[in-house]
């Protein structure tokens, strides 16, 4: 079991069995799996969030995944011998081939069929094509959502779904 958030304590990442994250809707690069913690890419911004988030907004704590730090996992270039870590099934090439990664609560872990929607609320964004989106005007904007229909599976929408 992960430790609390804004723990001293660290997760052993010596000894991960990595898998891909099969329930990712939206982002640019792939994430990863282990036994209940969700690994992200790091970003810079969002790792800036997270390090400061218990210190600075304590009140958003209970609203988002627990934070456990980060990670280097080895290159593909660069083996390493000190490091036990399996991937299964990942094919990280140019973008995604990242060794730096948030670690964060898997909030699907405990979930058979998770229903899962990635949505970007506010209305200051990055780059020319947020201007052509619903964040700029409802300050909202879906990204992608997966959801689950008994007897039918999953249905998947891209961040497309929904504009006119």
């Given at each position: 079991?992960?430790?609390?958030?804004?723990?001293?304590?660290?997760?052993?990442?010596?000894?991960?069995?990595i898998?891909?994250?099969?329930?990712?809707?939206?982002?640019?690069?792939?994430?990863?799996?282990?036994?209940?913690?969700?690994?992200?890419?790091?970003?810079?911004?969002?790792?800036?969030?997270?390090?400061?988030?218990?210190?600075e907004?304590?009140r958003?704590?209970?609203?988002?995944?627990?934070?456990?730090?980060?990670?280097?996992?080895?290159?593909?270039?660069?083996?390493?011998?000190?490091?036990?870590?399996?991937?299964?099934?990942?094919?990280?090439?140019?973008?995604?081939?990242?060794?730096?990664?948030?670690?964060?609560?898997?909030?699907?872990?405990?979930?058979?069929?998770?229903?899962?929607?990635?949505?970007?609320?506010?209305t200051?964004?990055?780059?020319?094509?947020?201007?052509?989106?619903?964040?700029?005007?409802?300050?909202?904007?879906?990204?992608g959502?997966?959801?689950?229909?008994?007897?039918?599976?999953?249905?998947?929408?891209?961040?497309?779904?929904?504009?006119?």
């Amino acid at each position: 079991m992960p430790p609390p958030p804004c723990s001293d304590q660290c997760i052993d990442t010596a000894h991960l069995r990595i898998k891909p994250f099969l329930h990712q809707v939206g982002g640019h690069c792939k994430m990863m799996r282990s036994k209940g913690i969700v690994m992200k890419p790091l970003v810079q911004r969002e790792f800036q969030f997270y390090e400061r988030a218990c210190f600075e907004y304590p009140r958003i704590i209970p609203y988002i995944a627990h934070y456990y730090g980060t990670t280097s996992l080895p290159s593909p270039q660069t083996p390493s011998s000190s490091s036990i870590i399996e991937v299964d099934s990942l094919n990280l090439i140019g973008e995604d081939a990242r060794t730096e990664y948030l670690l964060l609560q898997d909030l699907t872990y405990k979930y058979r069929r998770p229903c899962i929607l990635d949505m970007k609320i506010g209305t200051r964004q990055r780059g020319a094509v947020c201007a052509s989106t619903t964040s700029s005007t409802l300050g909202i904007r879906i990204c992608g959502m997966k959801v689950y229909r008994p007897g039918y599976g999953y249905e998947v929408h891209d961040r497309f779904y929904g504009r006119s």
